[in-house]
């Protein structure tokens, strides 16, 4: 007998003939990617082992990132509106007679009303250059989706530390011995948090998940605190109290780098009440502890007495310190008063401060690594608190989430956990106090650009953006009374404002990859009415309507020019230090995406095509003094363009010979060398700048020599935060800039300069007794936002979305599975497939975000599980509270910074009996341009 022959198996066959490398962008992690071409084709997508950001790592979405790009729902050329608003009835057009059209629109207001264009865009990691072009334009109405997803974290950070999570920093990974999760979305820098918690977990740390919902990261939490939905910032505030009792504070961190010791007017009667003591160059005071006289805060050699008072005239002023002892070691904060709120124990509470507090200062880290502070003393060693914190929109996304992510950056500060071994660290080109950042401006001229830039940090009533009569100069009201703080504008609420003319009518809606009629939006329904509502002459509401997206999403049907976007593998995008940036903690970085392939439609980038029109408008810096286009397209600007001398989109390989970093002239190779480079630039921080970055000589002269920062900005941290109590003091009655009557109680009580606790507005708005369930969505770490659920592998995951119950609700409710919920809420009503999740809040139920569909969108069969099955909580959810009796609609956000508060919905649940045939509501079809794909998407190559 013999032996049958051995056969080999090619466990590894080639995949491709070249590999490119680019940046994904299935999410916002802009990770490094390796997209294999075969015959001029992209076949399959990994991870760039190279990349600093995810180092190979890629997930599920990065990896079908190839059926992104093949999806049948791309859009294939410019369109314009041939039928009613809403019927997807359209024409096929050349982009010169799209641009033709959309000029005709947008010059006639650019020189009598600038302000009559309103331009936001969604995700669209371009911000520095949109603003850039609606500056140039002259409209105040511009911003991006930051105001419906995480201001609260963005702006809270900031005002206090110069920064917040993600994109402005990261957890020290290899040296942290706790990780404590708050309320993160799950599709959230996923690649390198999973990395980072892998690395927690093989060095024996521990991670701690706070949120009500155990999935994701918190099912891999070591300990999951699952709390109850709008109470975080109680949570915090009792951990703080515990700290401050047990005294496990850094008094030292405190005194060097915080406003801890400095003196606050407290006299009821001063009009400076709430206010530093300030010397006469403006500089806050501090009592020197070893001479005990006032001296300025920066005063080499000064060390803060966090106990001292001082009393000029007849007014007392204490320091920071002694008022916040005193507020937070109040009974109020204590764990056995705010427990049960939280869905907690005082006893859980209390270990949680105490495992807190051990961690930080009885694992303390000390690096033998000399540094010179921002006062000149030097410092032979560098010392570390092993705990770090990452929260997102979870806390942020809530009527109180400013003043809770300001409770939870101030408890980092109080254990000196931030910029320091061990705990939370900034990413270059943060940190950035409030006073770097610009003020807003609103200055609209005709035929002229906008005065400055629309967004910024204001530091008191003085940069509000209001005319003479109290009359909010944008169309979101940003900046206004009603949000004063808006950091990132409110795109929630502008076609609702424009649809009601106020404060003003505008012209034009001009969008980018923000699907503002489905699931961006709150109140659907009426959205769509709104968009397609026609006044007593029988003309629309809202008159034009230009969108730009790369695939037939819902809100196509609704715009009367569609100007087609191509996917991110065949187009130019710079991931800038201007921008949202992709740093890490011990470097800076920036990338770009580069076309791998040439589109087979009649598409442009919309970048590209903003320049174009741009310069078919004339506008200031797009054309040259002959009126000739100044850029042919987005890769010419991202290679050509500088904000300031020297500092341009791209921070790498810069100068004429490409020999420069940061700083430096043009290059006109620049993107080659972005691609032969992998895609990205790095450029590392001195090893003796990568700590305690607002006060480290070496960090703030290194930022300089790369163009981050102009001179070197050395600050302390915010722990009371001036520019809030200066609102207050308006609202009091003090300074000339006063609010409206029906708005002071408000701005008195919720823009505390410390961070304080109120009950989320639907809590007090609605009958909790008739609601008493909280509902929220979640975005699933397999999807982002609304792009995923048209995606042929991705829908394998997940084609459709379950309301999922806790036990509690389950077994009172009688359901089992198969069974549909009428879920209502004070707003509307939706009827919906339900399922059981044990680890969850037993006062909260939950979904997915954006996997349901409107019927007819996004080339889906109009019996598709996502159509018929899936659905929206957006239908429950109004943009405004409830009437209150008072002739007041308070809208549905945050009063500090116009973040929507979409997680403030209260609902009841019943069983829906008889089942339906599919989800309620149930909206009409709409036509699509591009009509249905194909029942299975494949190619062979």
């Keep these: 007998m013999t032996r049958p022959e051995k056969i080999q198996i090619n466990t590894s066959p080639p995949v491709s003939d070249e590999i490119r490398k680019t940046t994904c962008y299935m999410c916002a ?34 990896s079908s990132g190839l059926m992104q790009h093949l999806a049948p729902s791309r859009l294939r050329a410019p369109l314009k509106r041939v039928g009613p608003r809403g019927a997807g009835e359209f024409e096929k057009i050349s982009w010169d007679e799209a641009y033709d059209i959309a000029a005709g629109w947008l010059a006639p207001i650019r ?40 201001v609260n974290m963005a702006a809270g950070g900031i005002y206090t530390m110069g920064g917040a999570f993600w994109e402005f920093g990261q957890p020290d990974w290899d040296r942290t011995r706790m990780f404590v999760l708050f309320g993160v979305a799950e ?16 060095n024996g740390g521990k991670i701690v998940g706070v949120n009500p919902i155990r999935s994701g990261y918190n099912a891999v939490a070591d300990e999951w605190v699952g709390i109850t939905p709008g109470t975080d910032g109680l949570f915090i505030l009792s951990l703080i109290h515990e700290l401050f009792r047990s005294g496990k504070v850094d008094l030292d961190y405190l005194r060097r780098y915080t406003n801890a010791g400095f003196l606050v007017d407290e006299d009821p009667q001063s009009p400076q009440q709430g206010l530093f003591l300030r010397d006469k160059d403006g500089k806050p005071l501090v009592i020197d502890q070893a001479t005990g006289k006032a001296v300025a805060f920066d005063k080499p050699g000064a060390l803060a007495n966090l106990a ?71 410092h032979d060693k560098m010392i570390g608190r092993p705990i770090s914190f990452h929260a997102m929109r979870g806390i942020s996304a809530h009527s109180n989430g400013f003043q809770t992510a300001r409770a939870l950056h101030v408890l980092q500060i109080l254990l000196g956990s931030v910029e320091v071994p061990g705990g939370f660290r900034f990413k270059p080109p943060y940190p950035k106090p409030p006073e770097a950042h610009p003020k807003p401006h609103a200055g609209a001229q005709p035929g002229k650009p906008l005065d400055g830039p629309h967004l910024g940090y204001p530091l008191g009533p003085e940069h509000l953006l209001m005319d003479e009569d109290g009359t ?48 961006s939006t709150m109140n659907t329904s009426e959205v769509i009415r709104m968009l397609t509502d026609k006044d007593e002459n029988g003309d629309y509401v ?128 620049q993107l080659e060398k972005y691609i032969e480079n992998g895609g990205f630039w790095i450029g590392h921080i001195p090893e003796e700048a990568q700590f305690y970055k607002p006060w480290n000589k070496a960090y703030q002269d290194w930022a300089v020599e790369i163009g981050l920062f102009d001179a070197p900005a050395p600050y302390v941290f915010n722990l009371y935060v001036e520019p809030l109590r200066k609102m207050q003091l308006a609202a009091e009655g003090q300074g000339d800039i006063q609010p409206p009557d029906h708005l002071r109680e408000r701005i008195k009580r919720t823009m505390d300069p410390l961070p304080i606790w109120y009950e989320p ?59 549909y919920a009428r879920v209502t809420s004070a707003h509307g009503s939706i009827v919906v497939p339900v399922a059981l999740h044990a680890a969850l809040n037993e006062h909260t139920v939950w979904t997915w975000n954006a996997i349901g569909k409107r019927k007819g969108a996004w080339a889906l069969d109009e019996d598709a599980p996502e159509a018929t099955e899936g659905f929206l909580l957006n239908h429950l959810i109004h943009e405004l509270q409830p009437p209150k009796g008072d002739g007041m609609r308070w809208a549905n956000s945050d009063p500090v910074t116009g973040q929507a508060a979409w997680f403030d919905l209260r609902v009841k649940i019943e069983k829906a009996d008889p089942k339906p045939a599919e989800s309620q509501p149930s909206l009409p079809p709409i036509k699509s341009p591009v009509g249905k794909g194909p029942k299975n998407v494949a190619r062979k190559i």
Excluded at 123 to 136: E, I, L, N, Y
Excluded at 497 to 505: E, L
Aim: proline share 6%.
């Design 29 to 62: 992690c802009r990770c490094g990617i390796n997209v294999h071409m075969k015959g001029g084709e992209v076949v399959y997508i990994e991870g760039n082992r190279d990349h600093p950001v995810n180092k190979g790592v890629l997930c599920g979405k990065g």
């Design 111 to 150: 020189e009598k009303d600038p302000k009559r264009l309103a331009f936001f865009t969604g995700r669209d990691q371009s911000q520095s250059f949109t603003s850039w072009w609606a500056q140039a334009f002259g409209t105040p109405n511009y911003a991006a989706h930051g105001g419906f997803c995480s």
């Design 187 to 202: 599709d959230h820098d996923s690649n390198p948090i999973k990395m980072g918690i892998g690395k927690v977990k093989a």
């Design 308 to 378: 001292a008072s001082k009393k000029t005239g007849k007014i007392t002023h204490r320091t920071v310190f002694q008022l916040m002892a005193e507020r937070y070691l109040s009974d109020e904060y204590a764990p056995e008063a705010v427990a049960e709120r939280c869905g907690l124990t005082p006893t859980r509470i209390r270990n949680l401060a105490a495992e807190f507090a051990r961690v930080a200062f009885e694992e303390e880290i000390v690096l033998d690594r000399p540094w010179t502070d921002w006062k000149g003393e030097k």
């Design 472 to 519: 909010p100069k944008r169309i979101d009201k940003a900046f206004s009374w009603e949000n004063p703080l808006s950091a990132h504008g409110l795109m929630h609420m502008v076609i609702s404002n424009a649809h009601a003319g106020d404060p003003y009518k505008i012209d034009t809606l001009f969008m980018y990859m923000a699907n503002m009629a489905w699931n």
């Design 542 to 669: 809202i008159p034009h309507i230009i969108y730009s997206d790369a695939y037939s999403s819902e809100t196509v049907a609704y715009a009367d020019l569609i100007l087609p976007d191509t996917t991110y593998l065949e187009r130019h995008d710079c991931i800038s230090l201007l921008d949202r940036p992709i740093c890490e903690a011990e470097a800076a970085a920036d990338s770009i995406r580069w076309p791998v392939v040439e589109p087979d439609r009649d598409v442009r980038g919309f970048q590209t095509a903003l320049i174009q029109l741009g310069a078919k408008l004339g506008l200031p810096g797009m054309v040259n003094e002959d009126g000739t286009a100044k850029y042919a397209d987005y890769a010419d600007y991202i290679q050509n363009h500088e904000r300031r001398p020297g500092v341009g989109p791209l921070a790498g390989w810069r100068g004429t010979d490409g020999d420069k970093s940061g700083r430096g002239e043009p290059n006109p190779n």
């Design 761 to 819: 507005f639907e809590d007090t708005n609605v009958d909790v007794n008739e609601f008493p369930v909280h509902a929220l969505t979640q975005r699933p770490m397999h999807m982002y936002h609304s792009w995923g659920t048209q995606n042929a592998w991705l829908r394998q995951i997940t084609g459709k979305n379950y309301l999922y119950l806790p036990t509690k609700i389950w077994e009172s409710g009688g359901f089992k599975e198969g069974d």
